[in-house]
């Protein structure tokens, strides 16, 4: 319920805000627009069998994210692929594996056309070294194939919130076995078209 209060208060400030902005040149006020961010954060789950074994271990992993943003000024799609090779397991549940790191970012300011869609489609990595080294690869259930072993379960929406980089809206995917969560922070930045 507070959020739904802030939401109107600054949407109040925006609707005021835009109708005393400047004017262009031929007499036509500024339309508000919007661009967006989207930003990863990998955590797991204090339950998580890396931290049963491998607290300190050096790890790496890797992710595809389909993204599609769309609008009349500015269009893409495609696969995004970040890794991360440095990884150290903390010693306890409550720190990311990998902190928020920027994925993707619109240059073009367009109209709001919602927010783009974007799904995890597979998690990889590895944990460990030698005969202990634990591989992870989790993937999403396809129509006629088995069940994958480690089920990566795409799109599980988290509550919105905001940070130091503003108001963002959230998405989790989560691995059944292995228990790991890549988070997408997606922010719609104001901009003037």
């Known amino acids: 319920m507070r959020f739904g209060r802030q939401a109107f208060w600054c949407f109040l400030a925006l609707v005021l805000a835009g109708s005393t902005l400047p004017e262009k040149a031929a007499g036509q006020i500024q339309q508000l627009g919007v661009r967006h961010?989207?930003?990863?954060?990998?955590?797991?789950?204090?339950?998580?069998?890396?931290?049963?074994?491998?607290?300190?271990?050096?790890?790496?992993?890797?992710?595809?994210?389909?993204?599609?943003?769309?609008?009349?000024?500015?269009?893409?799609f495609g696969m995004l692929r970040p890794s991360f090779p440095d990884i150290v397991v903390p010693s306890t549940s409550g720190k990311p594996l990998v902190q928020q790191t920027k994925l993707w970012e619109e240059e073009v300011c367009h109209q709001r056309r919602g927010l783009p869609k974007v799904t995890v489609t597979q998690l990889g990595g590895r944990f460990g070294e030698g005969e202990g080294?634990?591989?992870?690869?989790?993937?999403?259930?396809?129509?006629?194939?088995?069940?994958?072993?480690?089920?990566?379960?795409?799109?599980?929406?988290?509550?919105?919130?905001?940070?130091?980089?503003?108001?963002?809206?959230?998405?989790?995917?989560?691995?059944?076995?292995?228990?790991?969560?890549?988070?997408?922070?997606?922010?719609?930045?104001?901009?003037?078209?």
């Open 133 to 193: 080294r634990v591989e992870i690869s989790g993937i999403n259930r396809h129509i006629g194939l088995l069940v994958p072993p480690d089920e990566l379960t795409p799109g599980i929406k988290l509550e919105p919130g905001s940070d130091s980089l503003g108001l963002f809206y959230a998405f989790r995917a989560q691995t059944r076995n292995s228990r790991l969560n890549v988070d997408l922070k997606i922010y719609p930045i104001d901009c003037f078209l």
């Open 37 to 76: 961010r989207i930003d990863v954060v990998v955590s797991a789950e204090p339950d998580a069998p890396i931290f049963q074994r491998f607290k300190g271990a050096k790890g790496e992993l890797a992710f595809t994210v389909r993204l599609s943003a769309n609008s009349t000024e500015s269009r893409f």
